[in-house]
């Protein structure tokens, strides 16, 4: 039977792209107030504050490009020939640029938008501020990006834990481990019976049965290639 491969991926897979992680030493929050720009608490003192601070996200966002990383397991989901599941911390469309057709993105996505009052959803790009309104409802000064604050529940964990609980191999790439739930995704795999593997700039102290340490755009590329063999192969 072919291997169920469920990988999740958090900022190291898109720092080499230029995004700033969150956590590291020099990170965004050592930067910026967590509570003042990543809560819904931050967004109703001061939406100006934080949708500037999205902002800036966005236009990074847009102005990078999917790395050697971002390509790998972009093949690796067309050619693999069993069951692969991404699912991404990441809130860029770095994945989707690099031609993953299918990501789970649990913490949301910069690229979009949602009405605090009626939930709705739509693209998104350029700056957003609190004069904008919703082209559901029609109210103004509710817009703000779909991502997911803390103290927010996290999106698709209804299509993601089934996912986890029957993958043969999981895999984290480039993730801190400190975030909940996703940092209690490697016990889940392991409990329900499947080989772990870190692949990580530094590692982290999770407990994997492997682990490969060194920037995601050398080590993914590197996987996937024992997985599938040399491109064009």
Do not use: K
């Not at 934080?50 to 102005?63: E, K, P, S, T």
């Amino acid at each position: 039977m072919t291997e169920r491969i469920f990988v999740l991926t958090g900022a190291g897979v898109s720092a080499e792209s230029g995004l700033g992680t969150f956590r590291d030493a020099g990170g965004l929050w050592e930067r910026y107030a967590l509570a003042e720009v990543a809560t819904p608490e931050g967004y109703r003192r001061d939406p100006g504050l934080v949708l500037g601070f999205y902002n800036a996200r966005r236009a990074a966002c847009a102005a990078a490009s999917p790395n050697a990383a971002h390509r790998a397991l972009a093949r690796l989901e067309r050619e693999w020939p069993g069951e692969l599941t991404l699912v991404t911390q990441n809130i860029d469309d770095l994945h989707e640029r690099a031609d993953h057709a299918r990501v789970w993105h649990m913490h949301g996505r910069i690229m979009a938008a949602l009405c605090a009052a009626c939930a709705h959803r739509w693209a998104w790009s350029g700056d957003m501020g609190p004069e904008h309104a919703c082209p559901g409802c029609g109210r103004a000064g509710g817009v703000r990006p779909d991502v997911v604050w803390f103290g927010e529940m996290p999106y698709l964990l209804d299509e993601i834990w089934p996912r986890l609980e029957r993958a043969d191999l999981f895999v984290a790439i480039g993730t801190s481990g400190e975030v909940y739930p996703a940092a209690g995704f490697v016990a889940e795999a392991e409990a329900a019976g499947a080989r772990t593997l870190e692949i990580n700039l530094e590692p982290t102290a999770a407990v994997f049965d492997a682990r490969r340490i060194g920037p995601a755009s050398r080590t993914v590329p590197e996987w996937v290639e024992e997985l599938l063999g040399p491109p064009g192969r």
